[in-house]
Nanobody, 114 residues
Framework: QVQLVESGGGLVQAGGSLRLSCAAS????????MGWYRQAPGKQRDLVAT???????NYVDSVKGRFTISRDNAKNTVYLQMNSLKPEDTAVYYC????????WGQGTQVTVSS
């Protein structure tokens, strides 16, 4: 059973940066494709970015060129570097595998002020 703990969120002004971390305990990510998701108030939880075990990445159009997903397989940790943040990036950010089969963590709140 993998337990996920997200951290690194906060309040930033538009144009600012944050780096999120997602650490696994209880078991490892293994070779799972991992992803970052976000959920804004009143909206569904959407996939933002994914990364394969080997480091291949994909992003939704709205974050391309601004966000960078990475992972440290030895540390069982996935990261999301977020630059040039916009108010529309405000959401609770979660990590999970690409099939969403791990138990969800508590997420980390990102708030971008205009």
């Amino acid at each position: 059973q993998v337990q996920l703990v997200e951290s690194g969120g906060g309040l930033v002004q538009a144009g600012g940066s944050l780096r999120l971390s997602c650490a696994a305990s209880g078991n490892t990510f293994g070779i799972s494709v991992m992803g970052w998701y976000r959920q804004a108030p009143g909206k569904q939880r959407d996939l933002v970015a994914t990364i394969t075990y080997g480091g291949g990445t994909n992003y939704v159009d709205s974050v391309k060129g601004r966000f960078t997903i990475s992972r440290d397989n030895a540390k069982n940790t996935v990261y999301l570097q977020m630059n040039s943040l916009k108010p529309e990036d405000t959401a609770v950010y979660y990590c999970n595998n690409a099939r969403r089969t791990y138990a969800w963590g508590q997420g980390t709140q990102v708030t971008v002020s205009s």
